[in-house]
């Protein structure tokens, strides 16, 4: 068995994306953050994707409609049913060929609880992998310079699951910046100012770090512009569907960089705004939306 026959398995599941990460951009991983502390004898990590639809976003992008469409196929059941399956039927092949595999949710560390450490030396679970930074380790996303996960696929329209297994599989090599321009169009398209450019931190495995803007998860946490929170994540709120990333989108589909068409594009009307307490904020919406998807 190879890393090709695993992709092959992986897209008969269903995965729209899959790539595979060498151990050795995670050895400096914290305790709490390093899959060894899950499974020490792990070789490899593989880490598979689902698109969001496009449409899902739809409802988000008009301000109409969010749990039903957006809440449901491009947030928790893409990630609680639709990507899980996937993750769960290609650990059943990894096992049915005598291997060992964990499958991981692709939870985020921000805000998880802690339990108790059962002894002397190990980290309080639960240890949480970054499934971004896997993604980007095992060569399938880029960081967008508001801290988003890109791939030539979907742009922002992605989840991610991993795998950590015995068996030794040729890696991918991590992704270097390719989509994300650092336009700033993001910037200008979050309503309340979360993202700060002046303040740059690298994410990304070791070599191929990028700049990423600092984005004010604080702020994040009272955005009514389709941010949202699912159950059974913590505190975390999720932006794939706020207005950043649906700005970095519409930046992304213009450039003709995403392998994923359309025949239309997909920001059709000046987009709508809120502010923290959630009443709408008119000088916002009523700014002039210029042809290449940046606020001026």
Known sequence: MNSQQVKEWAKSFGADLVG????????????????????????????????????SL??????????STYGSFGFTWLEDNFLSKSTYDLTCRLEENNLEAVPLFGYQDLDMSYGMPVA??????????????????????????CDLMLTEEFGTRQRFAVILT??????????SRSL???????????????????????????????????????????????AAC???????????????ARTCLVQLEKSGKLKNNFSNEFRKRTPWARDESGKAINDYSEKAFANDGRFK
């Open 180 to 226: 994300c321009t650092e336009c700033a169009a993001c910037v200008s398209g979050c309503p309340l100012n979360a993202i700060n450019p002046e303040k740059l931190i690298q994410k990304g495995a070791p070599g191929f770090e990028m700049s990423v803007a600092e984005v004010k998860m604080d702020i994040c946490m009272n955005c009514d512009n389709g």
């Open 166 to 175: 015995d068996a030794e599989l040729e890696p991918d090599t991590p992704k």
């Open 230 to 244: 699912g159950r059974g994540r913590g505190n975390h709120r999720d932006r794939l569907a706020a207005a950043c």
């Open 58 to 67: 739809r409802g988000v992008e008009e301000g109409t409609n969010f749990g």
């Open 20 to 55: 595979i990460a060498s151990d050795k951009y995670f050895e400096h991983l914290p305790p709490e953050n390093n899959p060894r502390s899950i499974y020490p004898e792990y070789k490899s990590v593989i880490v598979i994707g689902r698109r969001i639809l496009r449409g």
């Open 120 to 145: 002397d030396g190990k980290p309080a679970p639960n240890v949480i992998v970054d499934a971004n930074y896997a993604a980007h380790a095992a060569g399938l996303a880029e960081y967008s310079f």
